[in-house]
C-alpha cells in the first residue's frame, strides 16, 4: 500500500511549484496530472508515468469518481502517487472529494500548498488584495456553481471571483444587484502567472468589455479594493516638473 501527494503546482509557469512540491515530483512513480499545469513540470518527474486527468470547464473531463477510483487503484501499487493539481488544492481544487477516497480506503495522503490564482493576478497588476486601511478582508468566489448558477454577494472588501471569463456580462449585472456600486473598479486577469498573462481595468459597470479580450482563457476577476490601481508617485503626478537629478536617473 503507498501513499498519495496532493502536489500544489500554483497557476501557470512551472516555476511558481513550491520547493516541497517539485521533491515530492522526483519521488513519484506515477502522477495524476490536471489541465491546467504546465508541461515543463515533467522535468521534476522524467521517471514517472504521467496521466492526464484534467478538467476544463464547458469541455469534456475526466468524471470525478473516475479520478478518485483511479488514485486508489494507483496507491494499492505504487508507493509514492502524486496528484498534481493547478493553483492551491484547495482553492475550488475538488480536494475534499479525493482525500475523502483515499480515506476510505485506508490510504495516506499529504497536501502540498501552492499558489493560487488570486495571489498570481495580484502580483501580476501590482496589486495587493489587502490594504491598510481599506482592504482588511478577501473573499475567493466561483463565479458558477455546479448547477451552472451565479452567487454573488458583498461579503469582503475585496471579492475575487475564480472561472468567471465566460459570463463577465452576467457578473456585472449580479455584481451591481448585490450593491456594489457601478464605479466600484474592477481588475482581470487571465492566464495568471503565464508569461501570456493578460490583464484589463474596468468598472463593475463595464466589466462585459473584458469579455472579447480575455474569451477562452482561465480568468480571474477581482472586484472592490484589490483592485484598486496604487497612487501616483507625486514626482509622476501630471504638470508636475521633475527634478534634474531625477530626471537624470529616468533617462540613464
Known amino acids: 500500500m503507498g501513499r498519495v501527494i ?20 522526483a519521488q513519484a512513480q506515477v502522477v495524476l496530472f490536471d489541465a491546467l499545469t504546465d508541461p515543463a513540470l515533467r522535468e521534476f518527474a522524467p521517471q514517472a508515468r504521467w496521466v492526464d486527468v484534467g478538467k ?12 478518485n477510483a483511479m488514485l486508489v487503484r494507483e496507491a494499492r501499487q505504487h508507493a509514492l502517487v502524486v496528484r498534481l493539481k493547478g493553483g492551491d488544492a484547495s482553492v475550488f481544487g475538488r480536494l475534499e472529494e479525493e482525500l475523502q477516497a483515499l480515506a476510505e480506503a485506508g490510504i495516506d495522503s499529504d497536501v502540498v500548498p501552492g499558489v493560487t490564482a488570486a495571489i498570481a493576478a495580484a502580483a501580476h497588476t501590482k496589486r495587493p488584495l489587502t490594504r491598510r486601511g481599506l482592504g482588511r478582508s478577501v473573499a475567493l468566489t466561483t463565479a458558477m456553481t455546479r448547477e451552472g448558477d451565479m452567487h454573488v454577494a458583498k461579503s469582503a472588501d475585496t ?23 457601478a464605479d466600484t473598479p474592477v481588475s482581470v486577469v487571465s492566464r495568471a502567472g503565464c508569461a501570456d498573462a493578460l490583464t484589463s481595468e474596468h468598472q463593475v459597470a463595464t466589466l462585459s ?44
Open 56 to 67: 476544463r470547464g464547458f469541455c469534456d473531463a475526466t468524471k470525478q469518481c473516475s479520478i
Open 159 to 181: 471579492e475575487v471571483f475564480y472561472m468567471a471569463g465566460r459570463q463577465l456580462g452576467a457578473l456585472a449585472q449580479q455584481l451591481l444587484g448585490a450593491g456594489w456600486s
Open 209 to 252: 468589455e473584458a469579455t472579447v479580450l480575455h474569451h477562452g482563457r482561465p480568468t480571474v476577476v477581482v472586484v472592490g479594493a484589490g483592485a484598486r490601481a496604487l497612487p501616483r508617485p507625486a514626482s509622476q503626478a501630471p504638470g508636475r516638473d521633475v527634478p534634474q537629478a531625477q530626471e537624470q536617473s529616468l533617462t540613464d
Open 6 to 25: 496532493f502536489v500544489s503546482a500554483g497557476p501557470g509557469a512551472a516555476d511558481l511549484i513550491t520547493l516541497r512540491g517539485a521533491r515530492a515530483l
